[in-house]
């Protein structure tokens, strides 16, 4: 599993344009070939801060849509964006989850 996050602040007098524009990027990647999930998320101390994401099958599916025309309409938003959108990608071997209950 390939898990991809994309970090990036908006300028604040362009939120509403940036988060509509993530938010068609968030549709385009949950219907992509190998995409299991992705979401947005909002740093909670600082609103402008944005990351999306996405966990991907494999290497490849993540590569091809990170090269696809949809996420390069994405990239061509980045006049809404007050730094450069970066790409973290992270291999994971194993996942173990654990219910969390109350002591």
């Known amino acids: 599993m390939l898990l991809a996050s994309i970090s990036f602040r908006i300028q604040p007098h362009k939120r509403a344009e940036a988060l ?6 968030v ?13 947005i998320l909002s740093d909670s101390e600082d609103q402008n801060l944005v990351m999306v994401t996405s966990e991907w ?6 590569e ?10 994405f990239k061509g938003v980045r ?3 007050r730094e ?3 790409i973290v990608l992270d291999d994971v071997r194993a996942r173990v989850t654990r219910l969390m209950r109350a002591s």
């Open 84 to 86: 450069e959108p970066f």
């Open 27 to 39: 549709e385009r990647m949950r219907a992509a070939s190998g995409c299991a999930r992705s979401r």
């Open 20 to 25: 509509s524009a993530v938010d068609a990027l």
């Open 64 to 73: 091809a849509f990170f090269d696809s025309r949809a996420f390069q309409i």
């Open 57 to 62: 099958s494999d290497a490849s599916d993540a």
């Open 79 to 81: 006049i809404l964006m």
